[in-house]
C-alpha cells in the first residue's frame, strides 16, 4: 500500500507523520485559482483538496492512495487567503480582532484503481481577543504573516490573542486529524 | 524585574516563553495532596496554583513575579490526577472516549512586595471520539499517559481521537497563554 501527501506544506506532513502510517509527498501544481468562490466555503474547502489530489493522478499513482487537503480562514462571509503583503496582513488581523471567524479545512482521499473517492470538510471557529494597531505591529514584525491563510498559524504567536475555539485545533492548523483518521481506519489503511 | 515560574513541567515552560519574557524556574515543592478537593473545580485549581507559588516566597523572591499553575481533568464530577499504572490510566482512557469533559486551569501571579496577588482559572470542554478497547490498548502502548493528568496530552497522539474543544486549546496543554497574556499585560510586565 503506496500512501501519498499531494501537498508541501510542512505543518500537514508534521501531522500526518502523527497517525503513524508511511507516505511519500508530491506536492500538487493546481492553480487554485481557476476554481471560483461562489459563496459556499465546505464545498469549495472539498474541491480544492479533491483537485489537489487529482493533479498528481497519473499511470504511477493509480494504485496508490492519495490524500489533497485545503485550508481557508472565511470572516463574515468573505474567504481570506495568503496576504500579499504586510500591509494586506495588517488588513486581515484587523478583520479578526476582536471577531469570531471560521477555518475550513477539505479533505479529498482517492485510490483511482479501486475507486475510492472520499471528500469531507471540517469547520472550527475562532474567536481573537481585541488587538491594538501597537499589538497588531508587534506581531507582524516577527514576520509569522507569511505564507499564511488568514495571516496567522494558531501553533504561533498569533496563539497568545485567541481567546478560544469551537472544533477541532488541527483543522486550524491544516489537517483535521480526528476526522482523517476515521476516513483511514474505514479504508484500513491504518488498523 | 524577575520572573519565576513555580513550576518543573517542560510544557508549561515552552508555553511561557511564548510570551517572549525571562524567567526562571523555581519548582514547587508544595504537597497537592494537602489540599482537599471540595466539588468546585475551579476554586480548587486557584488554590492549588496558589499555594505552588506562595511555597517559593521567601526573602529573596519577595520582590519577584512568581507564576504557579494547576491544571485538572474533571469527568462526570470527578476530578482525574495522574494514573498511578497502566490499569489506572486504562480505566481513565474508558471514562473519557465517547464522552466529553472539562479541563480546568489555575493561574496565581503574586509579588509579596507590591501586594500583588492575582489568581483566575480557566475552563475548555473536550470531546473525545468513541475508541475500542483495542485502540485505548495502541495509545497506552505508547507510553504518552504517564505523568499526565487524565492520562493523557492533547499535543500527543491522543490528539487523534478528539473530536473537538471548547475554549482554550493552551489551557488543555497546561497554561492558558490567552488569559496569562492579559495578566501580564495589566501588570506591565510585558508591553
Known amino acids: 500500500m503506496e500512501f501519498i501527501l499531494a501537498s508541501g506544506s510542512i505543518r500537514r506532513q508534521e501531522l ?3 497517525l503513524g502510517i508511511d507516505f511519500q509527498i508530491l506536492v500538487s501544481q493546481f492553480d487554485e485559482s481557476s476554481v471560483p468562490y461562489k459563496g459556499d466555503p465546505e464545498s469549495y474547502v472539498e ?14 499513482t493509480r494504485n496508490s492512495f492519495i490524500l489533497g487537503a485545503d485550508t481557508v480562514v472565511c470572516v463574515k462571509g468573505k474567504i481570506l487567503g495568503k496576504p500579499e503583503n504586510r500591509e494586506d496582513a ?5 478583520s479578526l480582532q476582536d471577531n469570531a471567524h471560521e477555518v475550513y ?20 471557529s475562532v474567536q481573537f481577543s ?18 499564511k491563510a488568514g495571516a496567522y498559524g ?21 489537517l483535521p ?14 488498523m
Chains 1, 2 share one sequence.
Open 16 to 18: 500526518l507523520e502523527r
Open 47 to 60: 474541491t480544492l483538496a479533491l483537485k489537489k489530489a487529482e493533479n498528481i493522478l497519473n499511470d504511477k
Open 90 to 94: 495588517f488588513s486581515m488581523m484587523k
Open 105 to 124: 479545512s477539505g479533505l479529498a482521499l482517492i485510490h483511482e484503481s479501486d475507486g475510492i473517492c472520499e471528500t469531507a470538510s471540517i469547520r472550527t
Open 130 to 147: 481585541p488587538m491594538t494597531d501597537e499589538e497588531i505591529t508587534q506581531y507582524l514584525d516577527k514576520n509569522e504573516w507569511q505564507d
Open 154 to 174: 494558531i501553533q504561533g504567536s498569533a496563539g497568545l490573542f485567541i481567546e478560544g475555539i469551537e472544533g477541532d485545533y488541527y483543522n486550524v492548523m491544516g
Open 177 to 190: 486529524l480526528n476526522t482523517l483518521y476515521k476516513i483511514l481506519k474505514k479504508h484500513q489503511i491504518i
